[in-house]
């Protein structure tokens, strides 16, 4: 069983940055995938980013909309997955879910992370 806590969501304006933070228990968070995924009210939980092992080095992968904007990264020393949001938009205001899997499958798909956080709320006001 793996457990995620998330922090580091809060209150910002247009333009901002925020950096989230997600910490795991287990003794292999080497090998496991992890993943940022956020949802609005009414909406499906959308993919953001995953970061995983893929031959040499880790790999990240992003939505389309916070390439260059959002930049996930991991401290293996820590068990502790960050997203690094920059130029905040309103449209990124949502609750931001960690997620993992420990077999290393880097997926933009929910139901391939069996271990989830508890979430933590982004509002970037206009």
């Known amino acids: 069983q793996v457990q995620l806590v998330e922090s580091g969501g809060g209150l910002v304006q247009t333009g901002d940055s925020l950096r989230l933070s997600c910490t795991a228990s287990?003794?292999?968070?080497?090998?496991?995938?992890m993943a940022w995924f956020r949802q609005t009210p009414g909406k499906e939980r959308e993919f953001v980013a995953s970061i995983t092992w893929a031959r040499s080095a880790y790999a990240a992968d992003y939505l389309e909309s916070v390439k260059g904007r959002f930049t996930i990264s991991r401290d293996n020393d820590k068990s502790t997955v960050y997203l690094r949001m920059n130029s905040l938009r309103p449209e990124d205001t949502a609750v931001y879910y960690c997620?993992?899997?420990?077999?290393?499958?880097?997926?933009?798909?929910?139901?391939?992370?069996?271990?989830w956080g508890q979430g933590t709320r982004v509002t970037v006001s206009s």
């Open positions: 997620a993992a899997n420990t077999v290393g499958l880097a997926s933009r798909v929910e139901s391939d992370y069996p271990y």
């Open positions: 287990g003794r292999a968070f080497n090998n496991y995938a």
